[in-house]
């Protein structure tokens, strides 16, 4: 009786795609995407049942992982606050996850060299560059140019890594009972992973326009490579499906979307050691590129048919809007004497909504991929949110630290922009004259030579980084819920080298 309920759900299921898969061509695809993962998540989860509910103690791990830190009180290495009972504990968590990430390195007294990230995706990492230019090949010599721009230059690729390494870390986890989407089975091997790059609907193509652009696309993807883009990678035992590449390029697009609408708002001079888009062809063209990079991203993500991802990965775009009318208020309350926990957490929930949001929900989407089970995704999702909150803190005190050469911008930007980051505002704490300045956003003469200069004055560039390791452990103590692998210890390996890096 089960298997005939969900065999007619599933009808209905592929019914209800069909129906939603014939917009007008007027309806705004992020729209439809949002809509149709609704309706169709809705009726699939019917089918396939929900995700098992998390295991109790996985539960209560991830439940703390995700209480807020009290940025406010944080202190920097050696301080009064920052000895005690507590502080050792936190020191000796910290301490194991240093000694178990340090084997990716190698360990010289036995010889032996686990797989770090390079070796394990590696060869992944590699095709970005290409596949992102046949994803956005337009057959306008001009567009492409300007859309790919910034993708000639060397990017750290670090969200595309993410997502593969914690493709391969789900991959030996447990799985969810059923079918999430077309694109996951049981046997990877029966799925026809060209779907990809395939129309949702035949009316997609109905008119000339978009016919020509769908046919740009299929010949770019077509498979030329020996069996690459559409049959899965095995390293290790750990697997990496077709979808989780096509995911890491759809994030690299969305980032890069971002990159260029700030550089306009900004104001930008340069950008990954080149001139900011911008400044070499213009706002209107920088615009109209950054809106052709979300819309092609748009395009591959609704392609992947998991009503999940899609709709996870499409409130990533509300949350950048909404991060980015966070910064432009920059604090809701400038004028108090010194600032309270109520303007780091304001500060926090900014740099989540501009940065760590992209990076944790890509993580949990490349779970979901996986078909994993709710403590795998949770998982992914608690390791993505901290790592990405530790990466744009370690920004933000770069942006204070080295040189505009080596950081590929320009240094002091933030303050220039009007921006009271992290430190800056430990450095309020203990200068209550940056007060005014942080209200009027460094707009008066000298404002900006001050701040810096109180800046450097007070621990607030140790205070940053200790807030950033915070973050940073908390990541790796989410990697805790994942089966032991290589590809664990290697997003340990990247965890650690984020509070290191220096651009």
Not at 90 to 107: H, I, K, P, Y
Request: hydrophobic content about 40%; charged content about 20%; proline content about 5%.
């Amino acid at each position: 009786m089960a298997t005939k309920v969900r065999s007619a759900l599933g009808q209905l299921g592929a019914f209800a795609r069909d129906v939603i898969g014939r917009p007008s061509e007027t309806r705004p695809l992020g729209k439809l995407a949002v809509g149709a993962a609704k309706v169709v998540h809705f009726i699939e989860s019917a089918a396939t049942g929900l995700r098992a509910p998390l295991p109790g103690p996985q539960h209560h791990a991830v439940a703390r992982l995700r209480e807020p830190i009290r940025a406010s009180s944080i202190q920097a290495p050696g301080a009064e606050a920052g000895t005690g009972a507590a502080a050792s504990a936190t020191a000796m968590l910290w301490s194991a996850a240093l000694d178990r990430a340090s084997e990716v390195v190698g360990n010289r007294e036995c010889g032996s060299k686990p797989a770090g990230p390079t070796e394990l995706v590696g060869s992944e990492l590699s095709f970005i560059t290409d596949n992102l230019a046949r994803l956005l090949e337009s057959g306008h010599p001009m567009l492409n140019t300007v859309s790919q721009y910034y993708f000639s230059a060397s990017g750290k690729h670090v969200r595309p890594l993410l997502v593969m390494l914690i493709a391969q870390a789900a991959s030996i986890g447990t799985r969810r009972a059923g079918q999430t989407s077309m694109l996951v089975g049981s046997d990877a091997g029966q799925v026809d992973y060209s779907l990809m790059d395939r129309t949702l609907s035949q009316n997609i193509d109905s008119d000339r326009e978009s016919q020509s652009v769908n046919q740009l696309i299929a010949s770019a993807t077509r498979d030329s490579n020996g069996g690459r883009p559409y049959a899965p990678s095995v390293r290790l035992g750990l697997t990496i499906l077709p979808t989780h590449r096509r995911l890491a390029e759809i994030t690299e697009l969305i980032h890069t979307s971002s990159l260029l609408h700030d550089d306009v708002i900004d104001h930008a001079e340069t950008r990954r050691g080149l001139p900011a888009i911008q400044r070499r062809f213009g706002n209107k063209m920088a615009i109209f590129a950054g809106d052709f990079l979300l819309a092609r991203a748009s395009m591959a993500l609704a392609r992947l048919r998991d009503p999940e991802v899609i709709e996870i990965m499409s409130s990533v775009l509300s949350d950048l809007v909404d991060g980015e009318f966070k910064q432009l208020q920059n604090l809701e309350d400038a004028s108090m004497a010194q600032p309270d926990e109520r303007a780091f957490e304001y500060y926090l929930d900014k740099t989540y909504l501009k940065t760590g949001s992209l990076i944790a929900k890509s993580c949990r989407s490349s779970a979901i991929l996986s078909n994993s089970t709710d403590d795998i995704v949770e998982a992914a999702y608690v390791f993505g949110r901290n790592i990405g909150i530790a990466f744009q803190l370690i920004d933000d005190l770069l942006d204070f630290t080295v040189s505009s050469a080596t950081l590929g911008k320009p240094v002091g930007a933030d303050l220039e922009l009007g921006l009271a980051t992290a430190p800056v505002l430990y450095a309020w704490q203990e200068y209550p004259e940056l007060g005014p300045l942080v209200a009027r956003k460094f707009s008066s003469d000298g404002d900006v030579q001050t701040a810096w200069r109180l800046v450097h004055a007070s621990s607030g560039i140790d205070r940053t980084r200790a807030l950033a390791r915070q973050y940073a452990q908390r990541a790796c103590e989410a990697l805790a819920i994942f089966p032991p692998s290589p590809a664990t210890e290697a997003l340990q390996s990247v965890t650690l080298s984020v509070l290191t890096r220096s651009k």
